[in-house]
């Protein structure tokens, strides 16, 4: 599993992607450096009355460490997030394919004009499945399907 941390104002999309990390504990560590970096930028652009801005980046660096996914924390107008995101393999990019080509090849069932075209494909899908559900032989090392899947 992989975790995503980033920030973006509530209702918009972040302006950047987010920083994806192996490890809770990475994406922890770098909002905790980048809410710290914020804390730090407050406290020295402004008078000394005034740094709740600062203090609540300061308080929310201090909360991230705390917390476990999902975290979400709003300083000012700005949501600081980290999520856990699940890994699409290869495999389950092959099963999705699988599902797709099927799909298609029913719309050409009783056609004549593509009929070696289609039993070709299907032989193909067949053995893809195949090697998806018993791990026997990588069909891209065939020359069945592409790097993504692909026939």
Same mark, same amino acid.
């Given at each position: ?43 020295? &652009? @402004? ?10 980046? *300061?308080?929310? +660096? $201090? !909360? ?46 009783? &056609? @004549? ?10 032989? *193909?899908?067949? +053995? $893809? !499945? ?22």
């Amino acid at each position: 599993m992989k975790y995503t941390a980033g920030w973006n104002s509530p209702g918009c999309l972040p302006e950047h992607d987010p920083y994806v990390f192996d490890t809770y504990e990475e994406a922890r560590e770098f909002l905790f450096d980048e809410l710290s970096i914020c804390a730090d930028h407050e406290y020295l &652009s @402004t008078q000394c009355d005034d740094w709740v801005l600062g203090d609540q980046f *300061r308080s929310a +660096a $201090v !909360e991230v460490r705390k917390q476990t996914v999902p975290f979400a924390t709003s300083v000012g107008q700005t949501v600081y997030w980290i999520e856990a995101v699940q890994e699409v393999t290869f495999e389950d990019e092959v099963v999705e394919l699988i599902c797709t080509i099927r799909s298609f090849l029913k719309a050409f069932d009783n &056609s @004549t004009i593509t009929e070696t075209m289609i039993a070709d494909l299907r032989n *193909r899908v067949d +053995a $893809v !499945e195949c090697w998806v559900e018993e791990g026997d032989q990588d069909p891209r090392s065939m020359g069945w399907v592409d790097d993504r899947g692909r026939p």
